[in-house]
């Protein structure tokens, strides 16, 4: 995969370590700050759904930067392409169900680094 490309994977598995932190850990704290469209007082209850959620992009995350660590470099295009999919699907359903945002914010950095792995392979 090009250096490019792989900047890319890794820049898309650091957002969506983020996102893992702020669903898991700060949801009560600074989800208020981050998703304002939703009423502060609804942040408590739905903690633990938000972490279920969290979690999910901690295994995108992990999946990301599997793609980086695999030696054999077909195989870290097929990863590489799989979890970007992923992300860019997750990306686009979120911003059609939840906040028109989302597609800027995970899918289209998911579909760039698609684009670039699948373009620039070798």
């Known amino acids: ?23 898991m850990f700060a949801w009560t704290t600074r989800g208020p700050k981050t998703f304002r469209s939703l009423k ?3 942040f408590p ?8 959620q969290g979690l999910y992009n901690g295994f995108l995350s992990a999946g990301l930067i599997w793609s980086l660590l ?3 470099p077909v195989w870290s ?7 970007l999919g992923c992300v860019a699907v997750a990306g686009i359903y979120g911003a059609i169900t ?12 998911a579909l760039i680094g ?9």
């Open 77 to 83: 295009v097929y990863v590489a392409e799989f979890f």
């Open 98 to 109: 939840a906040q028109r945002s989302i597609f800027y914010i995970q899918a289209l950095p």
């Open 114 to 122: 698609l684009a670039l792995v699948f373009f620039l392979k070798g």
């Open 45 to 52: 209850p739905t903690k633990a759904l938000a972490a279920n």
């Open 1 to 23: 995969m090009h250096l490019i490309a792989k900047i890319m994977v890794g820049i898309v598995a650091v957002e969506h370590i983020y996102i893992l932190w702020l669903e």
């Open 40 to 42: 502060p007082e609804l």
């Open 70 to 72: 695999i030696g054999d």
